[in-house]
Every structure is written in C-alpha cells, then in structure tokens.
C-alpha cells in the first residue's frame, strides 16, 4: 500500500491511499463531530460487531480533476442516500445527509495534492461499522459506530486496459442473499468472491456475470448493460441487485441521445442471441465494453469481439460531464470548494 502519492497508472485500483481521512464516531446513533487526520491504522476492539457479525457497508465514488482547475464530484446525494439505505438494511445508524454531504468535499479538500488529472480520479470510500465490542451481540446491532470517508487516486479499474471484457456466465451461485442484492455490503464482495475467482482460473475471464435462475442480473462490481445503434437493454430496477449511479446515469443519457431504454428482464437465451453491444457501468468501471461472454462453457463473442461504438460515445458523453468538459445540464457534478471540518 503506497500513501500519498498520485496514481501513475501503473498501481492497481485502490492501492494507494491518499493522506488524509475523515472520521466520526457514532454512539448510539448519534454522529459526532467529524475529524480529518493523517491517515493511520484505526483501533477496535478485536470485540467489535463488524469483525464478528459483518456489521460493515461502504460507497464508493470519484471526485474529477476537471482542465480548468475545478475539481467535481459526481452525483454526490445518490451516494449518500444509497448508502443511507444500505446502513438500515444492516441495521447501523445512516449517516446524516448533511454530515455526509458536508463530509465528502471537505476530504476531497483535503486530498487536493493527490488527486490525479484526467483520465484518473480520486476516488471517495465511505465506510461503515459497527464496533461494540459484544461478542455476544449476534443478534442484536451495535450500539456504536464508526464512520469514515477515505480517498484513494486512481487510474483504470480492469487492468485489460480498454480491451474489452470476458464474463462467464453464472446461471446457479448467486451473487449475494436476496435480502442484501440492493446493499453495498462487505459481506456481497466475498460472497461473490470465490465464484470469481474460479471463474478466472478455469475460464481465464475477467469477471462473472450472475444470472440466476436465467435472469440476468449484474456482475461482482459492476451494473450490465446490453447497447445497439437504437437501444439499451438492462434488468429493471429491484431488490435483487446494486441500483448503480452510473446506470442511472447512462440510461438518462442514452435517453437524451435519442436511444430506447428498456428496463426489463434479460433471460441468457438473448444474450447470446444479442447483435449489438454489451458493457459493464460502474464508478470504477465507467462504462466498459464486454466482448465475450462464456456460457455453459461455449465462448459467445458480443458483436465483432470489441468494445462498440455506442458503449464508446455513452462512455465519452459521461466522462465530458464528470470532467467538466461538456455542460452539466443535469446538476449532476458539485464542485469541491474548501469546506471547513474540524482537524486534529
Ligand atoms: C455490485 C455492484 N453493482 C453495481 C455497481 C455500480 O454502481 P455505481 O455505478 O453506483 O458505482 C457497483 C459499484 O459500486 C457494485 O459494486
């Protein structure tokens, strides 16, 4: 793990943390003041609800260096409020919008040395976790949290680069439970781990793509979208699966591009069938192109293999609001400016 430093492109996503973190103590339920510090290792109880019982939850979010000097986060409030109900699904205290709102410019701030030029990015991660420390407290939640708001500067995510993406796809492990699909939990993340990283070792693809039962849903990490010249084809909003701001993001655009957005189930059949184009979106991901996909153990090529020229143009029309490049007419980017928060 390197510290303070810029992403060089060469450090995998995440690897690198930025100096200065925002922290909060919540008791119970009650938020308490906010403190940015250096970045150093936190103490818990080895007692403490999230080690024990999974009481852990993040986001994750970027802030973009714009050409002209100002620095952006992107849609902000979604985040705050998925996260929000993220925490009621694991029964921890939400973090207070304006605490929280108020939290994510100030350590942007804070960070402003380390954060990367296009096409890098600061990336935001908000965590959450429960830290009574109660061993004996499985069935009840955790009087006490903790809350804090790290930044890491990163390049790209899928270390292919822009090649387009492989995906096995996975018709009977689910990704998550039913109950958590909508959370951002800890716990999703390792579920879906071993599944992945079978997945790479006998098929050698980058990511799986969880269908269960035939449906298709969504992949580890990243919302799946099917794209031609006309449409966009993604599953329909529900308990099941991660409501990513990127997706909402895309389809409006795609909307306002002159695209048909259906928002409906995707059984594999037409998948495979699909003529068009396919991609992942997600903050880390933005939108990236997926070429192959591998089912029941036969390899479907999406289209010519590579990623399309609509996937590109969505992808291109994100990043220009991101970045400050096109105009935001959806007040979707927040300029950082110096927020106070208390420093210790
Ligand atoms: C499971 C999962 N689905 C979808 C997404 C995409 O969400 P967003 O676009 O808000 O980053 C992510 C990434 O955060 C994710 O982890």
């Known amino acids: 793990m390197g510290s303070g430093t810029k992403a060089d492109g060469a450090a995998p996503f995440g690897t690198i943390a930025a100096p200065y973190v925002l922290s909060v103590e919540v008791t119970d339920g009650v938020y308490g003041t906010p403190q940015i510090t250096e970045l150093s290792e936190i103490r818990l109880h080895p007692f403490a609800h999230a080690l024990h019982y999974g009481s852990s939850c993040f986001e994750g979010m970027k802030a973009h260096a714009g050409s002209d000097g100002v620095v952006r986060l992107f849609r902000p409030e979604r985040h705050v409020a998925r996260m929000q ?43 959450l976790l429960g830290t009574e420390p109660n061993i004996g407290a499985a069935a009840s939640p955790s009087a006490t949290a903790l809350f804090m708001v790290m930044a890491s500067p990163v390049g790209e995510y899928f270390r292919s680069g822009g090649k ?12 998550t439970t039913p109950q958590f699909g909508e959370a951002k939990a800890g716990a999703n993340y390792v579920m879906a781990l071993g599944v992945t990283k079978r997945a790479q070792q006998k098929h050698g693809v980058d990511q799986v793509l969880f269908a269960p039962d035939g449906h298709v849903q969504e992949t580890g990490a990243a919302n799946f979208l099917l794209i031609d010249d006309t449409r966009i084809v993604t599953r329909a909003l529900d308990q099941s699966f991660l ?88 007040g979707w980017t927040v300029p950082v400016e110096h927020t106070a928060v208390a420093a210790s």
């Not at 939400?94 to 890098?120: K, M, Q, S, Y």
């Not at 880390?284 to 289209?303: C, R």
């Open 164 to 175: 387009a993406l492989k995906l096995l796809v996975e018709t009977e492990i689910p990704r």
């Open 243 to 330: 409501h990513g701001v990127t997706r909402e993001s895309v389809l409006r655009l795609a909307t306002d591009l002159g695209y048909t957005v259906e928002e409906r189930d995707v059984g594999v059949s037409e998948l495979v069938s699909w003529r068009g184009e396919a991609a992942l979106a997600g903050t880390a991901a933005v939108l990236a192109g997926v070429g192959t996909l591998v089912v029941n153990g036969a390899e479907h090529l999406i289209g010519s293999g590579e990623t399309g020229p609509n996937t590109l143009r969505l992808r291109e029309a994100l990043l220009a609001i991101q970045r400050g490049e096109a105009t935001d007419t959806y």
């Open 85 to 127: 109900r993220t925490a009621d699904v694991m029964m921890l205290p939400p973090p207070p919008t304006e605490l929280f709102l108020a939290a994510l410019p100030a350590i942007t701030h804070a960070n402003r040395d380390v954060i990367p030029d296009a096409p890098g990015a600061l990336y935001l991660r908000p965590l």
